[in-house]
């Protein structure tokens, strides 16, 4: 892993850039459904369940034009996601276009990871990825995504992912998403991410958007995830995110939302909401629209809003950031980012 001296500083600039948009509780992720289309069938998405086509995305030009208008909030993290957003052919210009002022991440099924793009991911821009496992048992995952392989394919895409990052920067994780028959699994999973080499995080099953059927966990998890974050340090996820879990559980979500202040969700055809969960109450369009108008409008929806419907890992990664001990959370935030 040899030094690049001009993509050292560019990281390093928009590392200030995003460090002073937290400083000053400015906006610092935005979620980006760069399509819906997915080769998976997942029990817990309804994406799926509807044709979505081609034709109807963001193109590699609007991207460009939304991310110049993103910059108007600052250096945000910008979560590239789905559907599986590896379907797209042009998903290296997308990302190249965003690395300019943003740090493009991505969560993938792992599917279409091969020798190949493992690399041009990086190389175009990609800052961070995220493979989807959600279960050690490989019968288990292959199910609940709807098709036969899905598990093989996860770990091939970690391990493939791992082997070919070109810096110790580019972070490559193991994302679970948290179901009411799997928390015995995630310490299995823990030891699997340890095996390959990668970090792992979990986020809480969502089930407010669509007609999916409640699959959330007994309240009682919060206690166990913590004593396996101070287990195994390859399990970053904050752990001001995990001690609200019992809370989200119980209440079906967090109150005090701040959706729409430090976070933001564009869809396929740019149209902005304040989070995935709220895609059917969109504010504006951010292609045909100023982002000053858009922010004023998310401004006041954010204020009008009394949401408490989610703990997503999106909206707790954003929050859990201002939650006290400050201290401890940017510690644990310099240990997400740290070279691993």
Same mark, same amino acid.
């Given at each position: 892993?040899?030094?690049?001296? *001009?993509?050292?500083?560019?990281?390093?600039?928009?590392?200030?850039?995003?460090?002073?948009?937290?400083?000053?509780?400015? =906006?610092?992720?935005?979620? @980006?459904? #760069?399509?819906?289309? /997915?080769? =998976?069938?997942?029990?817990?998405?309804?994406?799926?369940?509807?044709?979505?086509?081609?034709?109807?995305?963001?193109?590699?030009?609007?991207?460009?034009?939304?991310?110049?208008?993103l910059k108007e909030l600052g250096t945000l993290i910008v979560s590239l996601a789905g559907?599986?957003?590896?379907?797209?052919?042009?998903? %290296?210009?997308?990302?190249? +276009?965003?690395?300019?002022?943003?740090?493009?991440?991505?969560?993938?099924?792992?599917?279409?990871?091969?020798?190949?793009?493992?690399?041009?991911?990086?190389?175009?821009?990609?800052?961070?990825?995220?493979?989807?496992?959600?279960?050690?048992? *490989?019968?288990?995952?292959? $199910?609940?995504?709807?098709?036969?392989? $899905?598990?093989?394919?996860?770990?091939?895409? @970690?391990?493939?992912?791992?082997?070919?990052?070109?810096?110790?920067?580019?972070?490559?994780?193991?994302?679970?998403?948290?179901?009411?028959?799997?928390?015995?699994?995630?310490?299995?999973?823990? !030891?699997?991410?340890?095996?390959?080499?990668?970090?792992?995080?979990? &986020?809480? %099953?969502?089930?407010?958007?669509?007609?999916?059927?409640?699959?959330? *966990? $007994?309240? &009682? #998890?919060?206690?166990?995830?913590?004593? @396996? !974050?101070?287990? %195994?340090?390859?399990?970053?996820?904050?752990?001001?995110?995990?001690?609200?879990?019992?809370?989200?559980?119980?209440?079906?979500?967090?109150?005090? /939302?701040?959706?729409?202040? @430090?976070?933001?969700?564009?869809?396929?055809?740019?149209?902005?909401?304040?989070?995935?969960?709220?895609?059917?109450? *969109?504010?504006? &369009?951010?292609?045909?629209?100023?982002?000053?108008? +858009?922010?004023?409008?998310?401004?006041?929806? %954010?204020?009008?809003?009394? /949401?408490?419907?989610?703990?997503?890992? /999106?909206?707790?990664f954003a929050e859990s950031m201002y939650s006290p001990p400050r201290l401890r959370q940017?510690?644990? =935030?310099?240990?997400? #980012?740290?070279?691993?």
């Amino acid at each position: 892993m040899s030094l690049n001296i *001009p993509k050292e500083f560019h990281y390093y600039k928009k590392s200030l850039l995003l460090v002073s948009a937290f400083l000053r509780k400015k =906006f610092i992720h935005c979620n @980006l459904q #760069v399509t819906y289309r /997915c080769n =998976f069938k997942c029990q817990i998405c309804d994406f799926w369940k509807k044709d979505y086509a081609e034709a109807d995305e963001l193109s590699t030009e609007d991207i460009r034009v939304m991310s110049k208008k993103l910059k108007e909030l600052g250096t945000l993290i910008v979560s590239l996601a789905g559907g599986e957003p590896l379907i797209r052919e042009d998903l %290296y210009e997308i990302i190249k +276009i965003l690395d300019k002022h943003h740090f493009p991440i991505l969560i993938t099924n792992g599917w279409f990871i091969d020798e190949d793009n493992s690399k041009r991911l990086f190389q175009s821009g990609l800052q961070e990825i995220s493979v989807s496992l959600d279960y050690a048992n *490989p019968a288990k995952h292959d $199910a609940q995504r709807g098709l036969e392989g $899905a598990f093989a394919k996860a770990v091939s895409a @970690l391990e493939l992912l791992l082997k070919n990052r070109p810096s110790l920067k580019n972070r490559v994780h193991m994302i679970t998403v948290l179901m009411d028959d799997n928390l015995q699994e995630i310490e299995p999973l823990i !030891k699997l991410a340890k095996e390959i080499g990668v970090t792992y995080m979990v &986020n809480l %099953y969502s089930f407010n958007r669509g007609t999916k059927t409640g699959k959330l *966990p $007994a309240n &009682n #998890v919060t206690n166990y995830l913590l004593s @396996l !974050k101070k287990k %195994y340090k390859e399990f970053i996820t904050l752990h001001s995110y995990i001690e609200k879990l019992d809370q989200a559980i119980t209440y079906g979500g967090i109150g005090d /939302c701040q959706t729409g202040r @430090l976070l933001l969700n564009i869809d396929n055809k740019g149209n902005v909401a304040r989070c995935t969960e709220t895609l059917d109450e *969109p504010v504006g &369009n951010i292609i045909k629209e100023s982002m000053s108008a +858009i922010k004023m409008k998310l401004w006041q929806r %954010y204020k009008n809003q009394k /949401c408490a419907l989610c703990w997503t890992s /999106c909206r707790g990664f954003a929050e859990s950031m201002y939650s006290p001990p400050r201290l401890r959370q940017l510690k644990d =935030f310099l240990v997400t #980012v740290k070279r691993h």
